[in-house]
């Protein structure tokens, strides 16, 4: 499982520069809580291979009334839904009574913490190494946001007390080594023998995530149910259909109680955002009647961010108008654009109508997203595609590609080597990546392609 690093601290200690510089992303996942001035964010944040999540919280104050006692129910439950809790500190205006307050109350907790002096480029790092020690959370890890000093010791500490993922270690079993000439060589990833294709149930509440699983499985055997969990975990249960492998991760928190399957737990961002990591294929699920809103943009971005594959599926579309539909189809086109790459089905889970025709989109997506090309495809691919369209000329040189091969999976990696690559422009990059989607018939994934120069 992904680990969840929260960060918590009094407004103005530099929680959001952290943020930002960990997650080094502008389209954070915004948390929807009507009336804030400011909501929680989450964001995918990577260290040394690993990944992690992190929550930025609006920040305790101390004087929790109105508005400060909103950010500060968002920082306490920001610090549930935590692994690990980064206790921010200004190292620069010293220790305040919330400080004191923040310390308390996390000592109270039962969760790991960790206090981070910031903004020590004002101030000499052991000075204010020292200087909080009378929270009694011992010596602060010292850092600078703004200029990213003393990230690295404060992450190998804060992410040190997670074991290591197993697909994050070598040799894992399903996966297969690429190299290519002077490669590093990467482990691409396959479905494991025993859970099959891991299918991500994920939307917002009451798009109808429960109904969907429950219809999926109702009409499948189900082998494995009601796996032990956290109320923060999501529930796997693994099945099959036509002698196909599924694991289904199940977000809305549906479990087996004799015959029926009942929801029992809420919605929640980190489950959500753990699913997809963990998940080979995602089918998002929206409300017709709804439309598309910005939450569920936010939610599709996060995807996109993690590559997985996707499906969408349009849920609710029983009993709607003509009009209605018509007007909806069009609103998806126009504003589902970044992910045109995925399917749409347009369902109805309470009565089952085009829910079998889902399991078609996953497959096809997942067969996109791990087949292994070969080189020599890809690199004559590659050249085709120059020899339609010449990269375009840098200080009259022409920037030259030479070869390519597979770096990776789910999202398929192109790894392109040439001369000057660092000049290729964005819409030349695009226009390899539509060719290589059409050429190679790829549906439902996303596709990175990176450059490697000097040869
Ligand atoms: P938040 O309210 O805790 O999210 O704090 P912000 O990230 O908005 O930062 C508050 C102020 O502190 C901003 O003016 C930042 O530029 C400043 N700041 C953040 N990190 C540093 C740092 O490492 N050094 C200095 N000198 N200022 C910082
Ligand atoms: P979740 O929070 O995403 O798990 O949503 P639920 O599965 O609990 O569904 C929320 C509500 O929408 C329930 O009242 C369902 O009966 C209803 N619902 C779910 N799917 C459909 C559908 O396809 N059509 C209609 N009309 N209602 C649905």
Do not use: C
């Not at 190494?129 to 690295?152: K, M, T």
């Not at 969990?229 to 999501?234: A, E, H, I």
């Not at 990696?413 to 539509?434: C, D, F, M």
């Amino acid at each position: 499982m992904v680990p969840v690093i929260a960060l918590v601290g009094r407004p103005n200690v530099g929680k959001s520069t952290l943020f930002n510089r960990l997650t080094k992303t502008r389209d954070a996942i915004v948390a929807e809580y009507a009336g804030l001035t400011r909501d929680r964010q989450y964001g995918e944040a990577k260290w040394q291979g690993r990944t992690y999540i992190v929550i930025d919280t609006g920040g305790i104050s101390g004087d929790e009334e109105g508005i400060d006692a909103k950010m500060a129910e968002q920082s306490l439950q920001a610090i549930e839904e935590a692994d690990a809790v980064l206790f921010m500190v200004d190292s620069r205006a010293g220790m305040t009574a919330a400080d004191q307050l923040i310390a308390e109350h996390l000592r109270k907790r039962n969760k790991r913490f960790f206090l981070v002096a910031n903004k020590v480029d004002t101030v000499d790092p052991d000075i204010a190494r020292a200087e909080f020690s009378p929270l009694g959370l011992g010596d602060a890890l010292p850092i600078a946001a703004a200029h990213g000093r003393g990230i690295n010791a404060m992450l190998e500490a804060a992410l040190g007390i997670f074991p290591r993922d197993n697909a994050e270690l070598e040799g894992e079993e399903g996966e297969e080594e690429i190299v290519a000439e002077g490669e590093e060589p990467k482990r691409i990833p396959g479905p494991s023998e025993k859970d099959g294709i891991k299918i991500a149930i994920i939307g917002r509440p009451n798009v109808g995530k429960s109904t969907l699983v429950n219809r999926m499985l109702g009409e499948e055997r189900v082998i494995v149910y009601d796996q032990a969990g956290t109320t923060r975990d999501s529930i796997y249960i693994p099945f099959e259909r036509d002698e196909e492998k599924y694991t289904l991760i199940d977000t809305a928190g549906v479990r087996r109680r004799g015959k029926i399957f009942e929801a029992v737990e809420k919605f929640s961002v980190v489950k959500t955002l753990q699913a997809i990591q963990d998940a080979n294929v995602v089918i998002f699920v929206m409300d017709a009647r709804e439309g598309v809103v910005e939450h569920d943009l936010n939610l599709l971005g996060f995807v996109l961010e993690t590559g997985r594959a996707l499906v969408i599926a349009l849920n609710k579309w029983d009993g709607m108008e003509p009009g209605q539909r018509d007007y909806v189809k069009t609103e998806l086109e126009r504003r589902l654009m970044f992910v045109d790459f995925a399917d749409i089905h347009f369902i109805s889970a309470l009565h089952g109508s085009g829910v079998g025709h889902l399991y078609k989109s996953v497959q096809a997506s997942f067969k996109s997203a791990i087949t292994r090309w070969p080189t020599s495809r890809l690199t004559q691919i590659l050249e085709d595609a120059v020899q339609e369209h010449q990269p375009p000329l840098v200080n009259g040189r022409r920037i030259k590609l030479r070869y390519a091969h597979l770096g990776g999976a789910n999202p398929p990696l192109i790894v392109i080597h040439g001369n000057q690559v660092e000049a290729v422009p964005k819409s030349y990059t695009r226009y390899l990546e539509n060719t290589y989607r059409r050429v190679l018939r790829l549906v439902g994934t996303p596709i990175r392609i990176e450059y490697k120069g000097g040869d």
